[in-house]
């Protein structure tokens, strides 16, 4: 297995040639009628700290449809509005008082409206587009910040999923020796913290190097949870995500330009390529200790995350990013998907 899946990896990234950037894809502009109709939005950023700005659109409303979307937005589940009001892209929204401030709209239903200039600002969450550096630990809070902005804040937030990925395997450690796991697995997942560890000391090294900072890492509670619910986590983001991480850490170490850049890179891949064998191996060892139904929802969740894997490659990273870090033009992202799409329908049959 060790060897095959290197072997995959290695071939998926030969077959993910350099694509010219074809420049970012905006989401049509628009005045927001009621109607759903949009014209006329504004366009620009949302500085987050450090400089990592978010790109944002707002749309202008009229006082009574502000008053009802304020109310909207706010209902339990109210957020289910927003890639219906703002397009799929959008990872937030809410009614603002102003096109450039944070100054948002919040009422009940039975508090009086009065709206002045009211937007719908459509934010669109850039953080973890096309950027895959392991595991994400359960309750991990987004940072928001655009790592398209530039490559000082590209590795910013490599070194914050990476942050997270060593409080995933942190987790991980503890539940696998919980569970009497082999204890060649309980290693091999220690031994990934430890180099998770080196990882944010590299990415956070590169972030500085190009003038950006890390966001700290914010995760919530941790309860105690079931082998199931382990299971059900590794095969979004291990064998999933980590591993396409793995193929997309292998790409950028070779096309990298920048020769520190490249160096920090191919220690990154190599270690990634064995955490994805990991999740495979860890996913194999949790199938003997489920009832079939278990094993049924932890495949579906597992194609459900290659889907979404597969929609979330469609932003193309800007040319200096290309360039200097070697990030994956979105075509060749979507290449290496294709590629390995096959030895994630070998397990989730
Ligand atoms: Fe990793
Ligand atoms: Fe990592």
Known sequence: MRTSLRTLLGSVVATASVV?????VEPAPGKLEPNGTRTEATHGTR????????????????????????????????????PSLCGDSAASCSVSSGSDTEQRIWRTADEPCKPTAAFLLCT??????????????????????DAFRDVG???AECAFLEGAAVIAFERLVIELEGWGAPAELVERA??????????????????????????????????????????????VEGVVRETYGAAAALYRAEHAADPEVARALAEIADDECRHA?????????????????ERDAVRAAMREAAREL????????????????????????????SGLREAWASIAA
């Open 310 to 337: 597969e929609e979330q490659l469609g932003d193309e990273p800007p040319r200096e990013l290309v360039a200097i870090a070697g990030v994956a033009p979105a075509a060749s992202a979507k290449r290496m998907v």
């Open 190 to 235: 220690r031994r990934a913290e430890r180099e998770e560890r080196r990882h944010v000391e590299l990415a956070t090294a590169l972030a500085h190097r190009f003038g950006r900072a890390p966001a700290p890492v914010v995760v919530g509670e941790h309860a105690p949870r079931s082998l199931f619910a382990m299971a059900l986590e590794n095969a």
């Open 153 to 155: 804040c590209y590795f």
């Open 277 to 293: 064998e990991l999740s495979w191996d860890l996913a194999r060892w949790a199938e003997t200790r489920l009832t079939a139904a």
């Open 20 to 24: 010219a950037c074809a420049g970012k």
């Open 47 to 82: 500085e987050y700290g450090n400089g990592c700005a978010t790109e944002y659109w707002a749309y202008e409303l009229s006082s009574d449809y502000a008053c009802k979307l304020s109310t909207d937005l706010i209902a339990p589940n109210g957020y289910r509005s927003c």
């Open 124 to 145: 669109k969450d850039a953080s973890t587009r096309c950027v895959m550096e392991g595991r994400r630990p359960d309750g991990l809070v987004a940072t928001g910040r």
